[in-house]
């Protein structure tokens, strides 16, 4: 078997089929659903946006997801910035509809995904907290990933190429094996700078097709 720009090759010139596929969280199989923080914001009289629009600044997210500070200490922070520009009680009430806000997982994309490869090794591949250990085990999803890769535990982010090398050597995995599915375009495309053939994730018919010609 020969590595040809990126591609696993067969002795006789076919392309090997993946089998290593790295996949996102947040917007992939996870979905924040409720309005609780938009329904807080509107309750206190502020602008729509105005929690997330500080708590995902560079200056408080980046710390929280290259594990700097934990998912409590970063709440923390955002809290204190809160209070700075409004008051206590406003920064506590949306903190709280913050903790409170619900989310969705997709199963049966996952379900779906699969079935259609089944023998494939499932790469779950985030930038987040602390607290993703937490989620995954409220969700009951820990066993549905033969490895996690987590930005705060490994200290780098996607769309940094050192991210998915670093990713691929915790799987055991090559370039050439894998597939990537992820929301973030800048994340795709980083990707696909290294040679890992990758899907813009934005309907689940798209990504099944792509998983069936790379996988199957």
């Known amino acids: 078997m020969l ?28 979905h924040w659903v409720g309005s609780e923080v938009n329904d807080a914001e509107r ?9 997330f629009s500080l708590a995902f600044s560079h200056e408080l ?28 009680e406003v920064a506590s009430k949306l903190i709280k509809a913050w903790n409170e806000a619900s989310w969705e997982i997709d199963f049966e994309l996952l379900h779906s995904l699969k079935q259609l490869a089944p023998t ?9 907290t602390s607290r993703l250990d937490a989620d995954l085990q409220r969700a009951s999803l820990r066993s549905a990933f033969n490895v996690v890769v987590n930005s705060s535990q490994i200290g780098v982010t996607k769309p940094d190429r050192l991210f998915f090398y670093q990713a691929l050597s915790i799987a055991d995995s090559q ?36 998983i069936r010609k790379q996988c199957t």
């Open 3 to 30: 590595a040809v720009f990126g591609y696993a090759m067969l002795k006789d010139g076919r392309r090997q089929c993946k089998d290593t596929i790295l996949i996102d969280f947040d917007g992939v199989l996870r």
């Open 43 to 51: 309750t206190l009289g502020l602008a729509s946006g105005t929690l």
């Open 61 to 88: 997210l980046f710390p929280a997801i290259t594990g700097e500070v934990t998912h409590e200490q970063w709440h923390e922070r955002v809290k204190s910035k809160l209070v700075q520009r409004h008051t206590d």
């Open 120 to 128: 494939c090794q499932y790469v779950l591949v985030t930038n987040a």
């Open 175 to 210: 370039v050439c094996r894998s597939v990537f599915i992820d929301d973030s375009l800048d994340n795709v495309n980083a990707a696909r700078s290294i040679g890992i053939e990758s899907i813009h994730y934005q309907n689940v018919a798209d990504t099944l097709e792509f």
